[in-house]
C-alpha cells in the first residue's frame, strides 16, 4: 500500500510520529510505504496524478470540502487535523478534552482561580480543551474558567496589559508556540510568568521550550500512539462501508510536564541550574549524560535523582 502523507507536526513531534507508523508497519506485517507530501492535502486537486498514485492519503483536513470537490473519487484517507470535525473520514488525533482537564487541574493546584483558554477562536480543538477545563473546575468555589482573547494581532498584548500582580492567573495555550508568545509578550509588559502567571501549553515541544525566555510547561502529544493508530485505520475495514459513519480515534495525552512556566522551578537544584545550561549552551554537540555529570562535579545517578526531585524529565530526554 502506497500512502500520501502530510504532517505538519515539527522536530521531536515528527520523528515520534513516524516512529509510530513504522512500529504499526511491523505489528501489523503491513507493507505500507508512505509518500511524504511538501503541500497539505487540501491543495491538491482531485485531478492530482499524485492521487493515482497513492492507494491512501493521510493528513490534516479543515473540513469535508475536500472530499466534495473529489466527486466520485473515492480514496481511503485518515485525518490529522481537528479545526473543524469531520464527518467523511476516521480522525486521528490528541484528546483535547482530557488535556484541557490535565492542564486546568495542574493550575487549580498552584492556586489560579481565573483560568483563560487561548487559543483559535470557533476551532473544534479550541471548543474541546475549553470544555476539558470547565469540568476540571466543576463544582469548585471561586475557580473561573474563560475564553481568551484571539491569538492574531495585538489582541494578546492588550489582553495582558490588564493583569496585575494581586491575584495568580493561569493560562491554557492551545500550543508551546502560543505559550511561548504569551511569555515573551508577559516580559514585555513587565509581568512575571512563572511567578503570579501560570500558563501551561500543548505538545511539549523541545524548541518552543528552549527558545522561550523560561521553560514551558506542557501536556504531551502522543505522536508515537498516534501514528500506530493511523497505520490501525488505514488496514482496517471500517468506515468502508457508506452507512457507518468514520470514528474519531482521540488519544489520551501523555503527562504534563511541570516547567518554569507553572511556576514548579522556582528554587531548582543548582547542579540542575547548572547542567540545564550547559546543555542549551551545547544543543548541537552534546557529549553523553556520563561527561556532562563528571563536567558538574556529580555522579550520573545523582544528576539523574537532581532532575527527577526537580520534576524534569531525565538528563538524556531533556537533552
Known amino acids: 500500500m502506497k500512502v500520501a502523507i502530510h504532517s505538519e507536526f515539527a522536530g521531536a513531534g515528527q520523528m515520534a510520529f513516524y516512529s509510530g507508523l513504522d512500529a504499526g508497519n511491523r505489528t501489523h506485517g503491513a507493507n505500507i510505504s508512505f509518500l511524504p507530501l511538501r503541500e497539505p492535502l487540501e491543495?491538491?486537486?482531485?485531478?492530482?496524478?499524485?492521487l493515482d498514485m497513492a492507494d491512501a492519503c493521510v493528513g490534516s483536513l479543515v473540513s469535508d470540502a475536500w472530499f466534495e470537490r473529489l466527486g466520485d473519487r473515492r480514496i481511503r484517507c485518515v485525518n490529522l487535523g481537528q479545526w473543524s470535525r469531520i464527518c467523511s473520514v476516521a480522525t486521528v488525533g490528541l484528546d483535547y478534552y482530557q488535556a484541557g482537564?490535565?492542564?486546568?487541574?495542574?493550575?487549580i493546584e498552584t492556586a489560579a482561580r481565573e483560568i483563560y483558554v487561548v487559543g483559535p477562536a470557533g476551532q473544534w480543538r479550541t471548543r474541546r480543551l475549553f470544555?476539558?477545563?470547565?469540568?476540571?473546575?466543576?463544582?469548585l468555589e471561586g475557580v473561573s474558567i474563560l475564553r481568551g482573547p484571539s491569538i492574531y494581532g495585538n489582541a494578546l498584548s492588550s489582553w495582558l496589559a490588564r493583569f496585575t500582580k494581586d491575584e495568580t492567573v493561569g493560562i491554557v495555550a492551545i500550543s508551546d508556540f502560543v505559550a511561548r508568545r504569551i511569555i515573551d509578550l508577559a516580559i514585555e509588559e513587565g509581568l512575571e510568568p512563572g511567578s503570579f502567571l501560570r500558563i501551561v501549553g500543548i505538545g511539549d515541544d523541545p524548541?518552543?521550550?528552549?527558545?522561550?525566555?523560561?521553560?514551558i510547561a506542557s501536556v504531551q502529544i502522543p505522536y508515537h500512539a498516534m501514528g500506530r493508530k493511523v497505520v490501525d485505520c488505514l488496514l482496517s475495514?471500517?468506515?468502508?462501508?457508506?452507512?457507518?459513519?468514520?470514528?474519531s480515534h482521540l488519544l489520551r495525552p501523555g503527562p504534563l510536564m511541570e516547567r518554569e512556566s507553572l511556576g514548579r522551578s522556582a528554587k531548582r537544584d543548582p547542579t540542575v541550574e547548572r547542567a540545564l545550561v550547559l546543555m542549551k549552551r551545547l544543543i548541537r554537540r552534546p557529549f553523553g549524560i556520563d561527561s556532562l555529570a563528571q563536567r558538574l562535579g556529580v555522579s550520573r545517578r545523582s544528576l539523574e535523582v537532581k532532575f527527577r526531585t526537580a520534576?524534569?524529565?531525565s538528563p538524556s530526554k531533556a537533552w
Open 43 to 50: 491543495s491538491i486537486w482531485g485531478s492530482s496524478r499524485l
Open 101 to 107: 482537564f490535565d492542564a486546568a487541574e495542574a493550575l
Open 131 to 139: 470544555e476539558g477545563a470547565e469540568a476540571s473546575a466543576a463544582g
Open 207 to 215: 524548541e518552543a521550550s528552549l527558545l522561550s525566555p523560561i521553560s
Open 237 to 247: 475495514e471500517a468506515g468502508d462501508s457508506e452507512d457507518e459513519e468514520p470514528v
Open 311 to 313: 520534576n524534569l524529565d
